[in-house]
C-alpha cells in the first residue's frame, strides 16, 4: 500500500505565486489533515478535514485555503507565498479519533 | 500556542541506557499518542493511550498517562543506536476531530 502520498516533494516559490500540495491516502480513511514544521516548533495543525465534505482551522490557518475534494484527496493551497511559509509541510490521515495517524513524506517548500 | 509541551528539549544517553519523555498538556483529552520522527522523515506512530488508561507497554515502549496532572511520559528501555530520533506526543481532545502536537524530544543515544 502506497499509504499518504505527498507531491511535490520539494518547491521553490517566488514572493506572491500561489501553489497547492496534493495528499492523497489510500487506506479509506475519514480524516485527515495538514502540518507546517519549522525548527524546533514541532508540528503545528493548518487545517484538517474531520470527514469528507467538512474542514476545520487548526492553529495557524493564515495564509492558507484546503479542499477535501474526496475522500481519498486533501489539498492545501498557498494564495499568495510569504517567505514565513517557508517550512516542512506534512499530511496525515486517520481512520477514527482514537486510532494513529499515517504521515505523509513531507513537502519542503522554500519563499524566496 | 501547541498543547504539548515536552521536556527535555534534548536529551543524550548511552547506549543500553533508559530514556525518559515527559509531555504536559492543557485540555481534557480522548487520547494521547507518541510518534518517532527520523531526521527529515514523516513522523510513525509508536503507542496510543486512552483517556481511561494509566500505562501501557509496546516492546522497550513503556508509556504511562495521568489525567489529574495532565501529564505522560514515554520510557524506551535498554536504549539503541537506532532510537535516536525526535519523539513527539499528540492529543486528541474529548469531543474534538484534531490531532495536536508537542514541540519534541531530540533523543540522541551514544555508542
Known amino acids: 500500500n502506497a499509504g499518504v502520498t505527498q507531491t511535490p516533494k520539494f518547491q521553490v516559490l517566488k514572493t506572491g505565486q500561489s501553489m497547492t500540495l496534493q495528499c492523497a491516502q489510500d487506506?479509506?480513511?475519514?480524516?485527515m489533515y495538514w502540518y507546517r514544521q519549522d525548527p524546533g516548533m514541532g508540528l503545528r495543525l493548518i487545517y484538517y478535514s474531520a470527514s469528507e465534505g467538512t474542514t476545520d482551522k487548526g492553529e495557524v490557518p493564515n495564509g492558507y485555503n484546503v479542499s477535501r475534494l474526496n475522500k481519498r484527496e486533501f489539498s492545501l493551497r498557498l494564495e499568495s507565498a510569504a517567505p514565513s511559509q517557508t517550512s516542512v509541510y506534512f499530511c496525515?490521515?486517520?481512520?477514527?479519533?482514537?486510532?494513529?495517524?499515517?504521515f505523509g513524506q513531507g513537502t519542503r517548500l522554500t519563499v524566496v | 500556542s501547541q498543547q504539548g509541551e515536552e521536556d527535555p528539549q534534548a536529551l543524550s544517553i548511552q547506549e543500553g541506557e533508559n530514556a525518559t519523555m515527559n509531555c504536559s498538556y492543557k485540555?481534557?483529552?480522548?487520547?494521547l499518542q507518541w510518534y518517532r520522527q527520523n531526521s527529515g522523515r514523516g513522523l510513525v506512530h509508536l503507542i496510543l493511550?486512552?483517556?481511561?488508561?494509566r500505562e501501557k507497554h509496546s516492546g522497550r515502549l513503556r508509556v504511562t498517562l495521568d489525567t489529574s496532572k495532565k501529564s505522560s511520559s514515554l520510557l524506551i528501555t535498554a536504549s539503541r543506536a537506532a532510537d535516536t530520533a525526535s519523539y513527539f506526543c499528540?492529543?486528541?481532545?474529548?469531543?474534538?476531530?484534531?490531532?495536536?502536537f508537542g514541540q519534541g524530544t531530540r533523543l540522541t543515544i551514544n555508542p
Open positions: 496525515a490521515s486517520s481512520g477514527l479519533m482514537n486510532t494513529e495517524a499515517f
Open positions: 499528540a492529543t486528541v481532545d474529548q469531543g474534538a476531530q484534531k490531532l495536536v
Open positions: 485540555t481534557s483529552i480522548n487520547n
Open positions: 487506506m479509506n480513511h475519514n480524516s
Open positions: 493511550i486512552r483517556s481511561n488508561e
